[in-house]
């Protein structure tokens, strides 16, 4: 059975003044849908979409950009009472956003988790699907078209529309982009209607595929490379050998034992324990305005920036809140998973100078953290598991701290020819603990 004989009832108005279908409207000509539109609409169809190309990219935020398109084309005439703009994204915690308009309500933005890519059951029954696999607009004139034909159906009739447009937009990085029209007017839209959306579409396009390609672009270089290095990197940071530094407060985090926890298992679980660890580490670290500028295997590498204006030097604060939050919410993971073989890690804390910048050959390059200061943040790190602490401090970041430290002793450190003061934090009285 095709897609098309699958889905019912994908009726088209019953209007006799409706002498040519949305299929065949979609299909015509620029110059052609200019005649259909006329000359005193057709002016005002350029009005908008001279401010599409030159205007709407003024606006900060895609809700806006659709808010003002809607306005304007029922300014124009166009019984418009639904407009929807979706699109799949490459972001790690969702697959597509979407936008809908509706009028007297405003611009309302959600986002979705596909579960088991295609096999999603609300992705199978909408009209994205069909309009992907087709290539096609798809047309349901509401009171003709079952229930059962999309899940959005009942919705959309429970609303009072009447007549409905899906839109599909083939983005250039390969993922798919939709726009969807809805009237309440008991006659629908007309041939003339039709052409005006026809005629708007390719602009409409081209806005949604460069937000949608810029907006990817920075999702992917954020998720990958983390915040201050993907800004460089978009600032034109490209080159071999070009390198930043900055002073910063330093989280060196790593998994105790990976080996002996991993060795057992297949690749895939051992992937589920290092989530779950960074599930643990990670979110205390955001929280506390630090940046994870690196994972590395079984660990990671994050640092606490101090404030622009340098009135607040609390990175240090910042960063120890984060690591005993982190060292908490492991401690209760294990806890509620007392089946499994408990996750340990060790936090190392130094207050120093990180190198980041581009490091490799020819056309395969590594934005990359080195330096002295990060090499002993790690010298520090395993120190934890011999000296049984699951936090230090080098003496640097525990002189930028108000809280009591202990001093553990000089300690021998691979590559340092001095012993390395080590320190641990003194029992808190949880005030520090919190968010800032």
Same mark, same amino acid.
């Given at each position: %059975? ?70 304007? *084309?029922?300014? %124009? ?78 919705? #959309? ?13 083939? #983005? ?9 029209? !809805? ?26 595929? %460069? ?81 994870? #500028? ?21 990175? !240090? ?9 982190? *060292? ?5 993971? &294990?806890?509620?998973? !007392?089946?499994?073989?408990?996750? &340990? ?37 395993? %120190?934890?598991?011999? *000296? ?49």
């Amino acid at each position: %059975m095709t897609l098309q004989a699958a889905v019912p009832l994908l009726s088209r108005p019953a209007r006799t003044s409706q002498a040519l279908s949305t299929e065949v409207v979609s299909e015509l000509p620029t110059e052609e849908l200019d005649r259909l539109i006329g000359p005193e609409r057709g002016r005002r169809v350029a009005v908008i979409l001279d401010w599409l190309i030159r205007r709407a990219r003024e606006l900060d935020l895609p809700a806006e950009t659709i808010a003002h398109l809607c306005e304007k *084309l029922v300014d %124009m005439g166009l019984p418009l009472d639904r407009y929807g703009s979706s699109s799949e994204t490459l972001a790690a915690e969702h697959d597509a956003i979407g936008r809908i308009w509706v009028r007297g309500h405003g611009v309302t933005e959600r986002t979705y988790v596909r579960v088991g890519d295609d096999e999603d059951p609300q992705y199978l029954r909408s009209p994205f699907r069909y309009t992907a696999q087709t290539r096609q607009w798809l047309e349901l004139w509401l009171p003709e078209t079952d229930d059962s034909a999309f899940g959005i159906v009942p919705d #959309l009739k429970a609303a009072g529309f009447v007549h409905y447009l899906c839109v599909p937009i083939f #983005l250039m990085n390969g993922t798919n982009g939709w726009v969807t029209f !809805a009237t309440r007017h008991e006659a629908g839209f007309s041939v003339e209607d039709i052409a005006v959306i026809a005629r708007i579409i390719p602009s409409v396009a081209i806005l949604i595929d %460069m937000r949608s390609t810029w907006v990817a672009l920075h999702q992917l270089l954020r998720t990958y490379v983390g915040d201050e290095p993907h800004q460089a990197i978009l600032r034109g940071n490209t080159k071999r050998g070009q390198v930043s530094t900055i002073k910063s407060a330093m989280l060196f985090a790593d998994m105790r034992d990976s080996v002996g926890h991993t060795a057992d298992i297949s690749a895939t679980a051992a992937v589920e324990v290092f989530n779950a660890l960074f599930d643990c580490l990670v979110p205390p670290i955001e929280s506390r305005r630090g940046e994870v #500028l690196k994972y590395i295997g079984d660990g990671l590498l994050a640092i606490f920036r101090e404030a622009k204006d340098g009135r607040s030097c609390d990175a !240090a604060e910042r960063a120890l809140a984060a690591a005993e939050e982190a *060292l908490r919410m492991l401690h209760d993971r &294990n806890l509620k998973h !007392a089946d499994e073989r408990p996750i &340990n890690v060790g936090i190392a804390l130094h207050y120093g100078e990180a190198a980041y910048g581009n490091v490799g050959s020819g056309v395969r390059l590594d934005f990359t953290v080195i330096g002295k200061d990060v090499g002993l943040a790690s010298r520090i790190a395993n %120190m934890n598991r011999p *000296l049984d602490e699951p936090l230090l401090l080098s003496e640097a970041f525990a002189r930028r701290l108000r809280r009591k430290t202990t001093r553990l002793g000089a300690f021998a450190a691979r590559g340092f020819k001095e012993p390395v003061e080590v320190f641990r934090p003194d029992e808190s009285d949880g005030s520090d603990l919190e968010p800032r």
